[in-house]
């Protein structure tokens, strides 16, 4: 039989608390702590219902009881588990929608919960929950699934889960290397390794569902119903190529992450059939020098920049290329752009939001060619805040296109040009000094490039350069976005607004704590702005402290998302925010234009009534492809650098600790960037101690403590390209250092790990 996860030992099989209910009179009332102890030792969802049952309450307490379950959910006492009814935190509900994540050795699939309760312990990893095996005849649960599952809690942490209802439309996919190997008969087996790192099972293939594929090759699958116990059988539907090719490492992330990259044969005519954009009712801009700047690889120029000094300070203009005159609502073409929500950039290829004729055609502003663009002409005063902003849909011709290496360098030798270089970094260095003035969070995180050859090899892993020309044009950008935001403010149309939450308390709270054991302070809740952030992180600023603490403020941070009600940008200290000036990759951005021309009356081609009732969801479904495309980037980059230290196995680097965690270490190499786990089983045989507000782990009985950025040595023991998996040992010689003393919540007895051999490191 399967596995199960241990049963928890003690209490009763369903029913309630078996505690006798307290000796109340009538007109009494429970305190707050008697009713969390209730709700805590209850084994199940607990309402009114039961609380005014178990302390024999009447209905005069009805109000006062309702009051208490409300602050008690507002301080996360308890957990909200349904309509009007609370657990311990910590706990699941009864059913709810999971997502499966992976399989044990035996093809179990695991699978967390989609969203879990937002109060569930900081120390706690995720809830993990083990699927039962799924009904004969019903093909095995893949990565990627969601099914609507019942819960049933198994021991601390762990969950088993058994499907109710199957949530998708189709099959489950798999992603792997087909492998052929002989079994222990000897006779010849077909078997499918996960690319998944997180899939501890392989996939059984026989002959007749192989579809040709090639021993090596990397193959998309779909699982088959088989046996409910041990390895899967699974079909091969698509081959992918030859692992080790150098296009495999982006296709494994693209079929993992079912990124689309097939344009339907309808979006592709239609941007065929394309056509230069005519003057018409056009502002007429071909005679000011606007001018391109973007990386050297670039190939799609959606913004260009001018700026000129004036008598009261600088008139910048922005003109972003006009991918609603092409891309009409309800068309094939939009159609297919929404499915991809934004552009994947991979280091050996880009999957574009729209066909190559228009994001590298006629939607690219090139220079000496016409465009069509939208575009907002700003006025700001010497001290770069802004005075006015106009709207417009212009014809353009860029005059240069440039790359952020060409502008800084004629910038930095005062190179006499025709081109507006000298006035853009005047205007910029206003502009820099507002948004000093204003307050942002600027984190400095480095960024890795990866450089491939022509045979699509991995040649050298860098630093990405950070030029104030970078800077520039960010910050001409952020003005346009803004301006974007309030003109449709202005215009009482409806905005897809970027929006930024601040951190939550809990959240703050812990970076609050880390930072009081490095002796730097934060204002108490509720005061806490990004200026006072970023103070935090110019004390820091060269010191050996700073890459741990802008780790630590990163983590502290909420994820930026899409949404038609305005919560401001906390990072950027905005009160309204929108995205403006990238509508080839991003649709976002292309809805933000169609609300302009509408509102501005500038064509046909604007949001409609009909469109904009429908904007709700299409935030919540571009966030989703936004936080897709950023996994499968990282998770490319991953393998690149995998594949790049396959051959490196066995030698030593200077690396920092980037994560610390129960079940061991995160380093990231100081040279090429790359990151693995260090094992805690690797560690010297100890009691490891994890204190997350300190972020350290500590020996027990050796007092060794390990800590985030602590400078290391580590030995490369394992690089896996099919998973993208880097396993490090740390070796003898590095100078852990002492274990630091708990401050604050944080005196609670630390989670222990007994784990490792003796004499190993």
């Given at each position: ?114 969203e879990w309760p937002a109060d569930w312990p900081r120390d706690q990893r995720p809830p993990r929950i083990y699927m039962a095996p799924e009904a004969a005849g019903q093909p095995a649960l893949a990565p990627g699934q969601r099914v609507l599952a019942r819960i049933r809690p198994r021991g601390k942490d762990v969950f088993e889960g058994r499907t109710l209802k199957r949530l998708d439309t189709e099959g489950g996919r798999i992603v792997g290397v087909y492998t052929l190997r002989t079994d222990r008969h000897g006779l010849p087996e077909a078997r499918i390794v996960p690319t998944d790192r997180r899939a501890k099972a392989e996939w059984l293939v026989v002959a007749p569902d192989a579809n040709g594929a090639q021993d090596g090759e990397v193959v998309l699958a779909e ?326 603490v802008n780790e630590m403020m990163l983590r502290s941070q909420s994820q930026a998302a899409y949404d038609i009600d305005n919560i401001g940008h906390f990072g950027l200290s905005l009160p309204r925010y929108a995205h403006f000036t990238s509508p080839i990759r991003r649709y976002a951005d292309l809805l933000v234009h169609r609300a302009l021309i509408a509102g501005l009356k500038l064509g046909p081609d604007g949001l409609s009534d009909s469109h904009a009732g429908t904007l709700e969801d299409d935030c919540q479904h571009i966030t989703a492809t936004e936080r897709r495309a950023q996994l499968a980037e990282r998770d490319a980059i991953d393998r690149y650098l995998a594949a790049f230290m396959a051959d490196k196995v066995g030698t030593q680097f200077a690396a920092r ?105």
């Open positions: 039989m399967a596995k199960r996860p241990p049963a928890a030992k003690g209490g009763r099989k369903g029913g309630r608390a078996s505690a006798p209910p307290p000796n109340l009179s009538t007109g009494d009332f429970p305190s707050r702590e008697t009713v969390r102890a209730f709700i805590k030792d209850s084994p199940g969802r607990v309402g009114k219902r039961e609380i005014i049952r178990h302390f024999r309450l009447g209905p005069e307490h009805r109000t006062a009881l309702r009051d208490l379950l409300r602050d008690l959910a507002s301080a996360g006492n308890v957990a909200p588990a349904g309509h009007r009814r609370f657990t311990a935190p910590g706990r699941l509900p009864d059913a709810m929608i999971v997502e499966i994540i992976g399989t044990d050795p035996d093809g179990d699939p695991i699978a967390r919960p989609v699982p088959l119903p088989g046996k409910p116990f041990g390895l899967k059988p699974a079909r091969v539907v698509e081959r992918l190529g030859q692992l080790g090719d150098a296009a495999s490492v982006s296709l494994i992330v693209i079929a993992t992450h079912d990124i689309p990259t097939d344009f339907p044969e309808a979006a592709i005519a239609q941007a065929e059939a394309a056509r230069a954009t005519p003057l018409g009712n056009r502002t007429d801009l071909r005679d000011l020098p606007l001018v391109t700047i973007d990386g050297a690889d670039a190939r799609d120029f959606d913004d260009a920049v001018y700026a000129e000094a004036d008598a009261t300070g600088f008139r910048l203009v922005v003109a972003i290329a006009d991918v609603a005159h092409y891309v009409r609502p309800n068309s094939a073409l939009d159609r297919a752009a929404r499915l991809r929500g934004n552009s994947c950039y991979f280091p050996d290829r880009v999957v574009p939001m729209l066909p190559e004729a228009l994001s590298n055609g006629w939607c690219s502003l090139r220079p000496d060619e016409d465009r069509g663009c939208l575009f907002v002409d700003i006025s700001i005063d010497a001290q770069g805040n802004k005075q006015s902003h106009r709207f417009g849909r212009g014809l353009m011709r860029s005059a240069a296109r440039l790359t952020y290496e060409q502008v800084q360098d004629l910038h930095n030798a005062q190179t006499e040009t025709a081109l507006p270089v000298d006035a853009l970094y005047a205007a910029y260095r206003a502009l820099l000094g507002a948004r000093q003035r204003r307050g942002t969070l600027d984190l400095d995180l480095p960024e890795r490039q990866v450089i491939l050859n022509t045979q699509g090899k991995v040649e050298a892993v860098i630093p990405r350069a950070r030029l104030d020309s970078h800077r520039l044009i960010e910050e001409f950008m952020v003005l346009a976005n803004v301006c974007a935001a309030e003109e449709l403010e202005r215009l009482h149309q409806p905005c897809v607004y970027r929006v930024h939450a601040p951190p939550s308390e809990a959240k703050l709270e812990g970076l609050r704590q880390f930072l009081a054991s490095l002796d730097l302070r934060l204002p108490p809740q509720g005061a806490v702005t990004p200026a006072d952030l970023d103070r935090v992180l110019k004390a820091v600023l060269g010191t050996p402290e700073a890459p741990m600790i980037s994560g610390v965690t129960r079940f061991g270490l995160f380093v990231t190499l100081a040279e090429s960037g790359a990151s693995g786990l260090v094992p805690v089983s690797s560690l010297l045989d100890d009691f490891w101690m994890h204190d997350e507000t300190a972020q350290t782990l500590t020996g027990r009985r050796s007092g060794i403590c390990f800590r985030l950025a602590q400078e290391v040595d580590v030995r490369l023991s394992e690089a896996s390209p099919v998973t993208g998996g880097l396993l490090f040992h740390i070796l003898q010689g590095s100078t852990p250092g002492k274990p630091r003393p708990n401050t604050g919540s944080s005196r609670k007895r630390a989670p222990e790990s007994r784990r490792g051999r003796s004499g190993r490191t």
